[in-house]
């Protein structure tokens, strides 16, 4: 594996990249928790990535993007997201460093109130970016509002342009194999901090919306000729059976961008693993479950997680390690993708997290 990790860094080098964040973030064991669940509980800390204070797992994302963006000479950047978006956040930042200007779409799935403006949000504006909320219309769906976004934003593109501004599309978290690649790169340094610890991964949990984290993971995973470590994804928002398959060729894509050997190839039916029980009862919607997980983690460890993303993640996880599907003893991994902006959200995001 450690030959093979030596030629993987060698093609990574290949792509064009900025430098955003503190790399590598944090591994190492938690000790408490690992005693109260009978495994060897270990943290991979990229809500420690910076660049600011809120970080997160966009930064890896972003270091490859905005390489992207700059080596094509382009002055403007345009994502989107959830008007709590982290991916957004963290773009917007990343755009302030480099001197590039942020435009963000933000789809309204939660209903900002302009009196009280919080967490991501304000952040972003504290920032400066220039932001459209795009609310929902009677009877319009989230997806139906993300591509009424998506068009609004290629509008405005398209007039930049004209007027010989050159912009540069991220599309949403961040996922597509420009993107994913930073997560080759966060794989392989997992994997040398745990081998650093003398510690083969079993099992690496985390919480995936857009898929462009998990599609990295799983090509890295792929790339190094890691056929133990199990990736396993908790998904935070409803998907239907495409969702594998999806990912596994966003993944594959992100393999040839980087020129890995064309037999090497992610399967969704063999390596992918989602498990959908956990997000209830939607995106950006608390559930019970997850706050207990936050709870759990904060009052074990000291350690914060949000009701968005890691949280459901958590709860995943947690229950599958006390419901026996993951073996006493087993060495695994959480891999925290950060989102804690989210604690200080609007009330109906945030779930109870204060119970006794
Ligand atoms: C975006 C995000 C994720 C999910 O990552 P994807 O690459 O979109 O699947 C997980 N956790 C946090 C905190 C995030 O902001």
Redesign the pocket.
Known sequence: MNKRMEQAKKLMEKLPRVTLGFFPTPFYKLERISEELGVNFYIKRDDFSGMSLFG???IRKLEYLLGDAEARGCEYVFTFGATQS??AMQTVSACRKRGLKPVIYLTAVVKPDPEDTRSNLLLDKIMGAEVHVVELFENETEDEADERALAMAREQMKQLEAEGHKCYEVPM?G?SAVGSAGFIGGYIEMMEQAQALGVTVDYVYH????????AGLQAGRKLIGDDHTQIISINVSGKDENYPPKIAALANETLALIGADPSIKVDAAADIHTDLGYYHPGYEMPNEGSSEAIRYLARTEGLLA?PV??GKGMYGMLDHIRSGKIPAGSNVVFWH???ATALFAEKEILGDLTAK
């Open positions: 997160g797992n966009k982290n991916h978290g996922a919480a995936t919306g857009t898929g462009g984290t998990m949000d993303y890691t993708t950060g989102g």
